[in-house]
């Protein structure tokens, strides 16, 4: 009986071997460590030990080769190695750091701009409604939104469902892989998250179309064309831009029924929007971070200490403060650097509204908008 | 909505890769990057020849079968174009974003609507985008190509170029043609129900705008301005030219 196994154990083994030379690249790993040369070769395990312990590899694995159907096995024996990662981004070298620390203890900014200079801003919008695009410096981002209807969450019936989605893609670089989501883009998406939905930006309850049967599902994707630093100011931007200038189709209800009219039916109404929050980073230098630079480049970003994002509105109302990891910094500076903040808050507000009211006057040729809005006044 | 008329190209817009270009033209408009010849990941490359990699993004909700669909037609079609033999073990990687897509205004579309005749009537600009961006990374390639799409109406009318989406809606048959710039066929796919003669028909006028005019052609349509339709060779070749221009201006 127990020379049956052996023998058993043995044409497995081989067999798991043939797999792992059948298939291409092999895993050593999972092998390797069922093969009994190399377990003979460990000369500290006791004989009898080691016999015992075969028996029950063995056992283990006659029933594993009943439990799993061949094709199943061959797939295992498959699986690569740890995948060898996309080419990497191109560090900074060790020079270029240099340089730029002891511009920086000199007053400069690599690009000359000043400490608290942000670089040029620009805002566009596309033809349909609900595309803004937005540059900082070289740093391109594209928000859509997009709205359907469907069916509220249980535990929420009277809310409609907002989601704002970032996928870094290769587009940005080939560092980049497609469902691998990376560091910056799950912070990306976190902050974007607290300062947008979580601030009750957009008013979640005027999605609602009925209560616990139907509402729409507002959601945002934001495409990141090309990074070159500060990622989350400019998305932020976007995102905002993007859902102010959005129109989702007109709806009526009667009794149970819900009717969604075309564009060409009825005018498309703007979502139900309370109040705009923005994102401002600064960046942080020295040994104890006591230099304090706004909208940091790609460039600058590697050499940071730390960083500290603050979301506020034009109003001055804090909606969210994140300072990930990094060295401690002095309060009194992160304090300056919100009351910088509200400034540059303002300034990038004054420029989305009056953006807005140009495409909107774009639109409006015949001067009939007015007319055909279905919506009341609303103060804002 | 209002469709601009003449195609509008951007040559090198965006500052990290190798080579940007934007493209639009009848409502469609793509934004591709291509980078390469980079590092092929180990369990991707090949010992004779470069791969390529086409990644397909929508402008809204994830991508999937519609998008992978795409690729791989794209993939095949610019594997042809592209000297992949001239690059073993290397890599290229061409990203394609959707950034607008012509809305109809008479039917609300559902998010995640894919149909076929949907898929096609992007690919056009889809691929224009990848070979104006192969041209921006200066990728040796064999050739440059263009496509185009038509649309055979319902009604027996005459066959349609670029058709609007309520244009595809209301047609029996659409066809994708992509022709080199000496006119050779490369890509050919239809959707919809047509017959062998229709599809000669649509097969000539696609041949007609993606391949390049003799120059005495040209000056014949100059006189009598009124052609409407854009030479698509005549555009990849002028923006070819114009990069050139600017690539060597330091000379």
Redesign the interface.
């Known amino acids: 009986m127990e020379k049956g196994t052996v023998e058993l154990q043995v044409w497995h083994q081989k067999f798991l071997r043939y797999l792992a030379c059948e298939g291409s690249?092999p895993a050593p790993g999972r092998i390797s460590s069922r093969d009994p040369l190399h377990d003979k070769s460990s000369s500290h395990s006791p004989s009898s030990g080691a016999s015992q312990s075969w028996f029950a590899i063995g056992i283990a694995l006659i029933f594993s080769s009943f439990l799993k159907s061949p094709d199943k096995l061959n797939s295992e024996t498959q699986i690569?190695l740890p995948?060898?990662n996309?080419?990497r981004e191109a560090e900074i070298s060790t020079n270029e750091k240099q340089f730029l620390k002891t511009a920086l203890t000199e007053n400069v900014r690599i690009d000359g701009r000043l400490f608290e200079q942000y670089r040029p801003l620009s805002l566009g919008f596309?033809?349909?409604f609900g595309?803004a695009e937005v540059e900082l410096g070289?740093t391109?981002i594209?928000a859509?939104?997009?709205a359907?209807v469907t069916v509220p969450y249980a535990d929420r019936p009277f809310d409609g469902i907002f989601q704002i989605?970032t996928?870094l893609?290769?587009?940005?670089?080939?560092a980049f892989e497609?469902n691998r989501p990376t560091e910056t883009e799950v912070l990306l998406s976190r902050l974007l998250e607290k300062t947008v939905r979580r601030s009750g930006a957009l008013d979640t309850e005027s999605l609602c179309l009925m209560a616990g049967k139907k509402c729409w599902a507002v959601?945002v994707?934001v495409?990141v064309?090309?990074?070159?630093g500060n990622l989350v100011d400019a998305a932020c931007v976007a995102v905002v831009a993007a859902l102010r200038h959005f129109r989702k189709?007109d709806t009526s209800v009667e009794g149970e029924m819900v009717t969604?009219y075309?564009?060409?039916e009825r005018e498309p109404t703007p979502l139900s929007w309370l109040h705009s929050p923005y994102c401002v980073t600064w960046s942080f230098y020295g040994e104890e971070g006591e230099m304090a630079l706004l909208d940091a480049s790609w460039k600058e970003e590697q050499v940071q200490v730390a960083s500290f994002t603050v979301s506020l509105n034009r109003h001055g109302e804090v909606c969210q403060i994140a300072k990930l990891g990094g060295v401690a910094v002095d309060a009194v500076l992160l304090l300056k650097c919100t009351a910088g903040a509200t400034v540059e808050v303002k300034r990038i507000s004054e420029m989305v509204d009056q953006k807005l009211e140009e495409d909107a006057k774009r639109r409006d040729k015949g001067g009939l908008m007015a007319e055909l809005r279905a919506e009341n006044e609303r103060e804002s | 909505?209002?469709?601009s008329a003449a195609p509008d190209v951007v040559l090198d817009?965006?500052?990290?890769?190798d080579g940007s270009a934007s493209y639009s033209y009848a409502?469609y408009?793509v934004?591709a990057?291509v980078?390469g010849p980079?590092?092929a990941?180990?369990?991707d490359e090949q010992p004779f020849e470069a791969i390529v990699?086409v990644?397909v993004?929508p402008?809204?909700?994830?991508g999937g079968t519609r998008e992978r669909h795409l690729e791989s037609i794209l993939c095949s079609t610019l594997r042809h174009l592209i000297l992949l033999k001239n690059f073993p073990r290397q890599l290229f990687?061409i990203?394609l974003?959707i950034?607008?897509v012509p809305?109809n205004?008479?039917?609300?579309s559902?998010?995640m609507q894919a149909s076929s005749s949907q898929n096609l009537s992007v690919l056009p600009t889809l691929f224009q985008t990848a070979i104006l961006a192969l041209v921006s990374a200066a990728v040796p390639m064999k050739t440059t190509a263009s496509a185009t799409t038509i649309a055979i109406p319902k009604d027996y009318g005459s066959p349609l170029l670029n058709p609007t989406p309520r244009q595809v809606q209301t047609s029996s048959s659409i066809h994708v043609f992509a022709f080199t710039r000496q006119g050779d066929l490369l890509l050919s796919q239809s959707d919809g129900s047509f017959s062998q003669d229709e599809w000669d028909v649509a097969h000539d006028i696609a041949k007609d705008v993606c391949m390049e005019k003799k120059r005495e052609e040209v000056d014949v349509m100059l006189d009598d301005d009124e052609s409407q339709t854009q030479n698509m060779a005549d555009l990849i070749r002028a923006e070819a030219q114009m990069k050139t221009d600017s690539d060597l201006h330091w000379k």
């Open positions: 690249p690569p995948a060898v996309m080419p596309g033809e349909e595309v070289k391109r594209l859509k939104v997009s359907e989605v996928e893609s290769p587009m940005v670089s080939p497609v959601r994707d495409h064309l090309s990074h070159d189709p969604v075309t564009a060409a | 909505m209002t469709i817009h965006l500052s990290k890769a409502g408009a934004t990057t980078n980079i590092e990941q180990r369990r990699d990644i993004r402008a809204a909700g994830v990687q990203a974003q950034t607008s809305e205004d008479y039917v609300n559902k998010l």
